[in-house]
């Protein structure tokens, strides 16, 4: 295109006899960027590619995308990238699948083959829309935005215990939210965080950053470490219902149209953070950015852990009720290679399954999730043959799936404590159980609404009641 522009005479003779050739007919032909390859990136890597995001560079232009062409199809090809582990043939289908197709990976291979062309500008799609780094596809800034009550100091070295900061909801009703986005202020020392709408006990005292004032001699006189603080303030908590959780890839969820995650007016918004100290002392002030409902919600969504009752190696475990309680699960011991965990949650009433996120560490090896009807019919939910404990996908189902009464929902678990596992990194010793990646956790989650919990009606009720 240059020596045509620059010296039309010689350029024609040179693109007359270069037709000639098979290699030209095929460049011809090529897949080009303006046409074939921003629809795919602006679809599944964006997201993540774009400046303030976590990804190393921006996938959002020609000029950012050229570079990076041969690194493109080989993580492509390789499917490292876009990060989507789910096996479509033992899984539903996800409307937040961002997988290429095999036809996908094959324009990008063609195109990197035929030297990464541009094409024509009028080709290209309608560049993709983000406000100030807020998530929301339409573009639409939050309706609200609660930050941490202070910008937090992360020390450079060190163990942080999973901090709480709590935040009274500010708001005079409950409230539903049509999305939520937590985004981290300082993403270089956040490895993880969530959003939770909790109830706490009257009277709790706070200091200036929304921490649980510690009083002398809690916990029945024992000096108490932060982490053993921190835990049995989570036990004394209850009625917990997590709003939104950031990681590597994720941060903002939007519900369906009806259904929706409550919080209501008296709940404590619990802002809790994972931090990671990287060598130099570092600020971070995380923001929640919450989208109200437009419309008059019918269903709240509801979380549920499949976890919270004795399990033994090997043995199912049957969770019986929406509680968030802390699992006795047995250790995992050293260099056990298949150790595994079956959850159960037995569908007491009639409920819609709306998404489906499984939660494991460095050991974490696969996780499968099936629905059996009352009829013992299996319906395959969900499989990952190598979990990736690096990503935390919620995997929201395309089409809600209706669960009768009488159903139960089943995740299986394995954990690799072998040498195998590049990623262990401790095969000699025994595996407990807590936040820290190092330890382990079984947390197998779901999202449903209850189908027979209608809130319009639960409310005309209420209301008849008042009068
Ligand atoms: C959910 C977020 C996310 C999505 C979606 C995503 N990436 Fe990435 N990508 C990352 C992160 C984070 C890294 C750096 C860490 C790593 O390599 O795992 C990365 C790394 C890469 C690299 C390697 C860069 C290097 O330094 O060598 C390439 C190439 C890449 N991505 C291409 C893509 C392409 C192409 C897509 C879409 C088809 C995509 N990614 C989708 C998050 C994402």
């Known amino acids: 295109m240059k020596f045509l522009s620059a010296s039309p005479g010689t350029g024609f003779a040179i693109v007359a006899a270069a037709m000639l050739s098979g290699q030209a007919l095929q460049a011809a032909d090529a897949p080009t960027y303006s046409k074939d390859v921003a629809p795919i990136l602006n679809r599944s890597c964006v ?76 080709d290209l799609p309608p560049a993709p829309k983000y406000v100030d780094g807020w998530s929301h596809p339409k573009g639409i800034e939050p309706d609200y935005i609660i930050p941490m009550p202070v910008a937090y100091q992360i020390p450079a070295e060190g163990e942080v215990p999973n901090i709480s900061f709590y935040v009274k909801s500010p708001f005079s009703e409950d409230k539903f939210f049509e999305a939520a986005e937590m985004r981290p202020g300082n993403r270089a020392v956040v490895h993880h965080a969530g959003a939770y709408a909790r109830t706490l006990p009257a009277g709790t005292q706070f200091d200036a950053a929304g921490r649980i004032v510690r009083q002398a001699n809690a916990a029945g006189g024992r000096a108490r470490s932060e982490q053993q603080a921190v835990e049995e303030d989570r036990d004394i908590t209850f009625g917990v219902a997590r709003l939104v959780s950031f990681s590597p890839g994720r941060g ?8 929706g995650k409550k919080l209501a007016t008296d709940k404590y ?66 260099y056990a290679g298949n150790w595994s965990i079956t959850g159960i949650w037995p569908v007491k009433e009639d409920a819609t399954l709306l998404s489906i996120e499984p939660h494991m560490h460095f050991r974490g090896k696969d996780v499968e999730y099936k629905l059996i009807y009352p009829d013992g019919r299996e319906q395959p939910l969900m499989k990952q043959s190598k979990y990736e404990h690096g990503w935390q996908i919620n995997h929201e189902l395309a089409e809600p799936l209706k669960m009768p009464a009488g159903s139960k929902v089943v995740a299986y678990g394995h954990y690799d404590n072998s040498l195998n596992n590049r990623f262990n990194p401790a095969p000699h010793q025994e595996v407990f159980w807590s936040e820290q990646s190092w330890d382990e956790m079984y947390h197998p989650y779901i999202e449903i609404t209850y189908d027979n919990r209608d809130l319009t009606k639960t409310q005309t009720t209420q209301q008849q009641q008042q009068q």
């Not at 903002?252 to 259904?259: P, T």
């Open 47 to 122: 997201s993540c590619h774009r400046p303030g995001e976590i990804a190393p560079m921006s996938l959002l232009s020609y000029e950012t995308v050229r570079p990076w062409s041969k690194a493109l199809k080989r993580k492509v090809v390789s499917r490292e990238m876009p990060p989507w582990f789910a096996e479509k043939e033992h899984s539903v289908k996800f409307r937040n699948d961002m997988s290429l197709s095999e036809a996908e990976i094959d324009i990008i291979a063609r195109w990197v083959d035929a030297g990464a062309p541009k094409g024509n500008d009028a």
């Open 252 to 259: 903002f969820e939007y519900y369906r149209v009806g259904a």
């Open 269 to 334: 918004i619990d802002i809790g953070m994972h931090y990671q100290p990287i060598g130099k002392p570092q600020t971070d002030q995380t923001r929640l950015g919450l989208w109200f409902q437009r419309v008059p919600m019918t269903h709240e969504v509801v979380q549920i852990g499949i976890y919270d009752s004795q399990i033994v190696e090997g043995a199912e475990l049957v969770a019986t009720g929406d509680s968030m309680r802390k699992p006795a699960i047995p250790n995992i011991p050293p």
